[in-house]
């Protein structure tokens, strides 16, 4: 879900950009699909239902400790506790991936960043100290993604001002639009949108995102990653 990674002020201008056979239901949970000949019937709780060629699910990840032995050690959120080799409180037993939280960011310890980069990252992490290696997570996670959704490009990294409202920090947040490209190559329908978030007291950049009609532009986001 994009409320993750992007707060209103980016997402509000995706939405300006969707076409008109697209619908999105917003604050609903899904109970039940049912294939209608060449249709499908979508009901959410509280009966709402409606016919549509496709359905596309936005689900919110959670860990899956189904098989998880029940002296393992969890935290609130059921994801699993780890040290910084991924090794849980039973020596030969180890978590990865959508499992564990990992340091994220320069003001917060761990959080839980179900992407596959942090799969890859923590498998690794796992493997090495499996084979007598000591590799730990160096640096912390800034979470940084990039998409396209109705041909414009976005990306995000850090936190997002709503993530800073619950964490209970005080920022500051710019955002700043772009509508013309270069005088060299003039472009039609150029769009740039960059928002900033940094603390308000120590002035740490904390997050950014933006929105583009030009895929390369995208890379911006890189630059913010080095803070």
């Known amino acids: 879900p994009l409320f993750r990674y992007f707060d209103t002020t980016i997402t509000d201008v995706l939405m300006k950009y969707k076409p008109e056979n697209i619908q999105f239901l917003f604050n609903k949970t899904l109970k039940s699909t049912q ?3 060449k249709q499908i019937k979508v009901t959410t709780f509280g009966e709402e239902s409606f016919l549509t060629d496709s359905a596309v699910l936005a689900l919110n990840p959670r860990p899956n400790i189904t098989i998880i032995p029940k002296e393992i050690y969890l935290d609130a959120d059921n994801s699993i506790l780890v040290n910084d080799h991924m090794q849980t409180n ?15 960011g320069p003001e917060i310890d761990r959080a839980y960043l179900p992407l596959i980069s942090m799969a890859h990252r923590t498998a690794r992490i ?15 996670s800034q979470r940084t993604i990039a998409t396209k959704i109705f041909n414009l490009f976005l990306a995000s990294c850090g936190i997002t001002y709503e993530e800073s409202i619950l964490l209970g920090i005080a920022v500051t947040e710019v955002t700043k639009t772009l509508n ?7 472009k039609t329908d150029f769009l740039l949108k960059i928002k900033i978030i940094y603390d308000t007291t120590s002035h740490v950049l904390l997050g950014a995102q933006l929105i583009t009609t030009e ?3 995208v890379s911006l986001i890189n630059i913010f990653t080095q803070f």
Request: hydrophobic residues 35%.
């Open 126 to 140: 796992a493997a090495f100290h499996i084979t007598k290696h000591n590799i730990t997570i160096s640096k912390p």
């Open 90 to 104: 039973s020596p030969d037993i180890y978590a990865i991936g959508d499992l564990v939280k990992i340091p994220f």
């Open 215 to 217: 895929e390369k532009l």
């Open 35 to 37: 294939r209608m000949q």
């Open 180 to 186: 013309y490209y270069s005088p060299i190559y003039p």
